[in-house]
Nanobody
Framework: QVQVVESGGGSVQAGGSLKLSCVVSGNIVKGCTVDWYRQREGKGRDLVSSISPGGTIWYTDSVEGRFSISQENDKRTVYLQMNSLETEDTAVYYC???????????????WGQGTQVTVSS
């Protein structure tokens, strides 16, 4: 079983900052990536940023230069530092750990419960 727990959401004014945390635990054979998604009200879930255990990083264009993803040395805690927040960043942010477990030999997503980020003008 894999557990994914996000924290750090909240309300902030435009231009402000928030830092989200994602803690991954459980019986993991290998980590593939840890991804941050967001879901705006009435919209689908979009990939925002991703980091691999080796440190390969990806950002969607709309957050490039404003958001920064990082991880602890144990690769089980991943952060998303969000600066210069805009009202369009308002969404529920989800962490997804793509991992291999003893029961599943392929990389599979395990999702957190989500954390609300609200940016006001």
């Amino acid at each position: 079983q894999v557990q994914v727990v996000e924290s750090g959401g909240g309300s902030v004014q435009a231009g402000g900052s928030l830092k989200l945390s994602c803690v991954v635990s459980g019986n993991i054979v290998k980590g593939c990536t840890v991804d941050w998604y967001r879901q705006r009200e009435g919209k689908g879930r979009d990939l925002v940023s991703s980091i691999s255990p080796g440190g390969t990083i990806w950002y969607t264009d709309s957050v490039e230069g404003r958001f920064s993803i990082s991880q602890e040395n144990d690769k089980r805690t991943v952060y998303l530092q969000m600066n210069s927040l805009e009202t369009e960043d308002t969404a529920v942010y989800y962490c997804a750990a793509r991992v291999v477990t003893p029961a599943n030999p392929d990389c599979r997503n395990y999702w957190g419960q989500g954390t609300q980020v609200t940016v006001s003008s």
